[in-house]
């Protein structure tokens, strides 16, 4: 079984790195009950750090790259779900039960999960939830409304015309 990783602040890992600059001691008279690769490490990020040394990355840069990486990431996971629904409903709009009762006859953006095990970022939904409807979509609603009226009254006569003789109905 792997020992757990131990955790040290970085205000330990200054003073151990400062400890290594100011006496000339080696990082293996330093590093008692540490291993010297994890001190050699430390040392060598804070003169990144610091521009003593310009042959790797610096925190920040550390930081960036693997916020772009986390990003990036997870617009390929949204990608992929995109794609999927694209492939699946061709014509048909996603729709869910995370939607808002006063937006269930609007379409909600195509980055909701299809699957049981898609994932997707909920920044797009909830910036979504929080928009008023739409003048198309208030529209298209009172057009949907007409149309089941006009079809609830064109069955109705329907089964009045073709409906067996001396049937009433």
Same mark, same amino acid.
């Given at each position: 079984m792997p020992r757990p990783r131990r955790f040290f602040p970085p205000e330990y890992k200054a003073e151990v790195i400062e400890l290594i600059r100011s006496t000339?001691?080696?990082?293996?008279? /330093? *590093? !008692?009950? #540490?291993?010297q690769t994890v001190v050699r490490q430390w040392v060598r990020q804070a003169d990144l750090d610091t521009g003593r040394r310009s042959d790797g990355l610096t925190t920040a840069? &550390?930081?960036? !790259? %693997? &916020? #772009? %990486? %986390?990003?990036? &990431?997870e617009l390929r996971e949204e990608r992929e779900v995109l794609r999927k629904a *694209?492939?699946?409903s061709p014509g048909r709009p996603i729709t869910g039960e995370l939607l808002p009762a006063d937006r269930s006859g609007e379409s909600p953006p195509r980055c909701l999960p299809s699957g049981p095990r898609a994932r997707c970022g909920? &920044?797009? !939904? #909830? %910036?979504?939830?929080s928009r008023p409807a739409s003048v198309r979509t208030l529209a298209d609603q *009172? !057009? /949907?409304?007409? /149309?089941r009226q006009i079809s609830l009254l064109s069955s109705i006569a329907y089964y009045r015309l073709f409906a067996l003789p001396g049937k009433e109905l």
């Open positions: 000339g001691k080696t990082v293996g008279q /330093i *590093a !008692l009950d #540490l291993t840069e &550390r930081e960036e !790259l %693997r &916020r #772009l %990486r %986390r990003e990036n &990431r *694209a492939v699946s909920t &920044r797009g !939904l #909830l %910036r979504w939830s *009172a !057009l /949907i409304e007409q /149309i």
